[in-house]
T-cell receptor, first 113, second 115 residues
Framework: DGGITQSPKYLFRKEGQNVTLSCEQN?????MYWYRQDPGQGLRLIYY???????QKGDIAEGYSVSREKKESFPLTVTSAQKNPTAFYLC????????????FGPGTRLTVL | DQQVKQNSPSLSVQEGRISILNCDYT??????FLWYKKYPAEGPTFLIS?????DKNEDGRFTVFLNKSAKHLSLHIVPSQPGDSAVYFC??????????????FGKGTHLIIQP
């Protein structure tokens, strides 16, 4: 049963702490993406990776970091430098280079206390 | 500076009628457009897409129309059903350097289907 999994569904952290959000896909997709959604807003691109060991900054990369050591995995770290980290975080993947359709995971709701 | 705009935050339509969701864009480099449906606390689900070389694409009850000169696209749902109640996002893609980068999303339109 192919798909994208994100864990955990809900995450709480104290201000000043780094936290890592997990994203795994078994669709054999080359490209993976991280978006952030705030209430009443569209999705905004944080980082994307078109291939293993390569990633690019999106529109709002400040305060975030990623790695892409394996094709299936694209974890996102929300650092203490991110000023407004409370949001709904969505991971997506696509077949890659010439494919525009992105498929999304269920999301992680991060709340900073 | 919003490159993809959905000017109607919400839309209410009677069951069985046509729902028309609109989207405007400003970036001339966009060449592929997608519509996603999203329920609260879930990831968006891909609905339908259209390439800039076409002006219409149909899939069952869903049709997307693209007017490149007006930089406008619309999603038509006929007939509307209660399960269509959700937030609909318009998204656009521009191929830079040949690769598919991230999508640019509008803020969404909340479609409410009235019984």
């Amino acid at each position: 049963d192919g798909g994208i999994t994100q864990s955990p569904k809900y995450l709480f952290r104290k201000e000043g702490q780094n936290v890592t959000l997990s994203c795994e896909q078994n669709l054999n997709h080359d490209a993976m993406y991280w978006y952030r959604q705030d209430p009443g807003q569209g999705l905004r691109l944080i980082y994307y990776s078109q291939i293993v060991n390569d990633f690019q900054k999106g529109d709002i990369a400040e305060g975030y970091s990623v790695s892409r050591e394996k094709k299936e995995s694209f974890p996102l770290t929300v650092t203490s430098a991110q000023k407004n980290p409370t949001a709904f975080y969505l991971c997506a993947s696509s077949m890659g280079y010439t494919y525009n359709e992105q498929f999304f995971g269920p999301g992680t709701r991060l709340t900073v206390l | 500076d919003q490159q993809v705009k959905q000017n109607s935050p919400s839309l209410s339509v009677q069951e069985g009628r046509i729902s028309i969701l609109n989207c405007d864009y400003t970036n001339s480099m966009f060449d592929y457009f997608l519509w996603y449906k999203k329920y609260p606390a879930e990831g968006p689900t891909f609905l339908i897409s259209i390439s800039s070389i076409k002006d219409k694409n149909e899939d069952g009850r869903f049709t997307v129309f693209l007017n490149k000169s007006a930089k406008h696209l619309s999603l038509h749902i006929v007939p509307s059903q209660p399960g269509d109640s959700a937030v609909y996002f318009c998204a656009a893609s521009a191929h830079s350097g040949g690769g598919a980068d991230g999508l640019t999303f509008g803020k969404g339109t909340h479609l409410i289907i009235q019984p």
